[in-house]
């Protein structure tokens, strides 16, 4: 493919009438020009300024689709540098952040059912959904940011930015059946990446299932195989007999690869949260192919475990909490908001709680927190996150106060 064919027809695109997060999108063909520079600087520059501009703070614009068939061609064509970031780039635009989908996999009916709602609101039907929302806020601080906030979400901006996300997305699955192509791509990155791309189109799994099986049989590159694993475990239909032999790997990122797709399949056992408990424990900074959240299994790992429901539910929360002992500061962060996750299960309650109402699991997670000492919860409001919304103390001295108090009563009663 030349560059002729990369971009013909770009010159033809109204991008003076459409926008992006800048305003109108006048530049959008300039940058998409540079991303086959000859020039690495230029190239990193369109990265940065297409990235700023299409997908700002995960918002898509009107122009964003626009620029979509031209991402697709350049991407397929073998001389364009650094396609596989190029193909995670195409994945932002389609569905936005990743771990906002991850384990359950992308609902595309909820995403039109959502915009479907959009434009069948009215302004004072949507103003009373946001009074309703800054009423359910769980303490006056959090009704401050929330009334803030609702000063930006107008419904003209709202529906214009849900219905740029859905053009997007269906921009990018257009361009799926053509993407299944680089899985035999010569870049092991490139493979890895078209994998996981393929992973949040559902609507596809058929062909891509099969695309996907095939690809494991032949890959000999744990990266690509980590990809296609989860791929497979996010989308519908996919066999889990395929899959579970990955459970036993000697590799370790593969067998933790093989568990988060299990969960994502619905398809858990003891030996899933085994493996799913080794890889929460496992060093962030050691990179090992995976795509999610920047290649840390620790923080996959996490979400996989927290979303485990049903009987299995105590062995990973006994899984999540048994990491605060042997975990450093970055592993404490990913198991933590498990254990809080599978130990209040349900609705938040309507008023702070007292210790002794809490049963066994949520006065152990609790225990948990504050045996770590306050190191670990100092930076960037980590216990408030966690906290807040379940109406139990979230500052750490107070939380240690609330916890000793509760054991201390335990201790009177025995």
């Avoid at 490139?190 to 992973?199: I, S």
Wanted: proline share 5%; glycine share 6%; net charge negative.
């Amino acid at each position: 493919m030349t560059t002729d064919d990369v971009y013909a027809g770009i010159d033809d695109v109204a991008w003076a009438e459409s926008e992006h997060c800048r305003g109108p999108a006048v530049d959008t063909p300039g940058y998409l020009r540079k991303l086959r520079s000859s020039v690495a600087e230029e190239r990193d520059e369109a990265v940065d300024e297409l990235g700023a501009s299409l997908y700002h703070l995960g918002a898509r614009y009107p122009a964003t689709h626009l620029a979509v068939p031209f991402l697709l061609r350049i991407v397929h064509a073998p001389d364009t540098d650094g396609r596989g970031g190029l193909i995670e780039f195409l994945i932002m635009l389609a569905i936005g952040d990743d771990t906002d989908h991850f384990p359950s996999g992308f609902d595309v009916d909820a995403q039109r059912q959502c915009l479907a709602d959009f434009r069948s609101c009215t302004a004072e039907g949507w103003e009373r959904r946001l009074d309703v929302w800054v009423a359910a806020a769980v303490d006056q601080g959090q009704r401050g940011r929330r009334e803030r906030h609702r000063r930006y979400w107008a419904l003209a901006s709202v529906l214009r930015s849900a219905e740029s996300a859905m053009l997007a997305y269906e921009a990018v699955r257009a361009g799926v059946p053509g993407m299944r192509q680089l899985l035999a791509d010569e870049d092991p990155y490139v493979r890895a990446a078209t994998a996981y791309l393929l992973a949040w189109f559902p609507e596809d799994s058929a062909d891509s299932v099969t695309a996907l099986t095939a690809l494991l049989r032949r890959e000999s590159d744990s990266g690509v195989v980590i990809n296609a694993l989860i791929a497979l475990g996010l989308l519908p239909g996919a066999p889990t007999a395929t899959i579970a032999p990955y459970l036993s790997s000697d590799d370790d990122p593969i067998a933790w690869a093989a568990a988060a797709a299990l969960v994502a399949a619905d398809a858990v056992d003891a030996t899933v949260i085994e493996r799913l408990g080794a890889a929460l424990g496992s060093d962030s900074s050691n990179k090992t192919g995976l795509l999610y959240r920047y290649g840390e299994f620790s923080r996959c790992a996490s979400k996989c475990l927290a979303a485990i429901t049903g009987d299995l539910v105590p062995l990973a929360i006994d899984t999540t909490i048994d990491a605060f002992s042997e975990s450093s500061l970055t592993q404490m962060w990913a198991a933590a908001p498990a254990a809080i996750a599978l130990a209040f299960q349900g609705t938040a309650p309507a008023h702070e709680p007292a210790f002794a109402e809490l049963n066994p699991y949520q006065k152990r997670a609790l225990r948990a927190l504050v045996a770590a000492g306050p190191r670990p919860w100092r930076q960037n409001n980590k216990l408030g996150l966690l906290l807040k919304p379940l109406r139990v103390p979230h500052i750490y001295n107070d939380l240690r106060a609330y916890v000793e108090s509760g054991v201390s009563m335990e201790a009177g009663r025995a």
